[in-house]
């Protein structure tokens, strides 16, 4: 079966050839900042699900298309990439010794003979518990410009890595897609992650 | 400062290039077998503790090196690789649909004009809760062979991580080396991670 991920991410993609799938990429070009919602978690839910519908729209032939977004919760608010340097250092200064939440919005569409049928939507949420840096670690690692690229300010695969002392959930989800979950989705439309183009090996 | 890693884990050594570390590798021959402890926490410490002292005893000059080894611990048992494909099977179908630890046993040595001085002990343990494969799953995943190289039968960071539903704790410590646990150790000594050699960009 043909399996297209609707995004941009390079961690999504590890995520899935880690894994040992090999996707095709489509970015859905969808203006981020139109979409409003209540929550962060029905935030992102609602921005992978018009990313995911954008793509599927134009695609041809039969495939499954997947959208994802991501967004860090703290104190009620949805955290995005930060918009510059300062920022960044401002987020961990708040952030550090302390829990969030991370979302992810999955939405699974197949396309049969060139039109979207089916289409499921699922988040999934990961506790994250960052460790304590102090202002000269924090520096180090903006500075390593990491930060300024991904949702939250942070990695945990990465190099934000050494400041996450733990999480509640799938990991995956917080690098920005749920395998196991992804795995229960396509077992809901009666397919087998086995049945996913094979990463070349 | 340099920093020597006493362990054959491409795990291990994944982990700590993908949080921009580029550590020397000695691998210390011991014989895992030949040691023995009450509970699987305690083993993979005698284990790391081991394997670190052998490596820091040949070392000349000044570095730091880790020693690290994980088991899986369930019922009460400590898990390593599985010998066969038979029992990584039969593993398979008696941990799906249930909880885990993975205990990673940390031990930091500091080799200073080469004679090992300071020396810390610190074990990490993470909850890993695993997905229900079928039995076709599990037959496909353990055809891989991922299963047989790996302690507890299981990746969560490879092909496995669609049968990890979550964890509780350090996902890195799952891998074989907790990050966070590093850098408080590293702490302690009075290094900070920005200390250890980089990873080439």
Redesign the interface.
Known sequence: MRFLLASASSGRLR?LR???VEPEVEVSGVDEDALVAPTPAELVQVLAHAKAVAVAARQQGTLLVLGCDSMLELDGFALGKPGSVEEAIARWKSMRGRTAVLHTGHTLIEVLDSSPGRMLDRVAS?EVRF?EPSD??IA?YVD?GEPLRVAGAFT????G????????????NVVGLS??L??RMLLDFGY???DLPAQPT
């Not at 945990?156 to 190099?159: A, E, F, P, T």
């Open positions: 995520t880690q894994a040992g990961t460790a000269d670690e180090a390593t945990v695969d990465g190099l890595g050494w400041f996450v002392d733990s999480i509640a959930g799938d990991h995956h395998l196991p992804l795995r087998a992650v086995t």
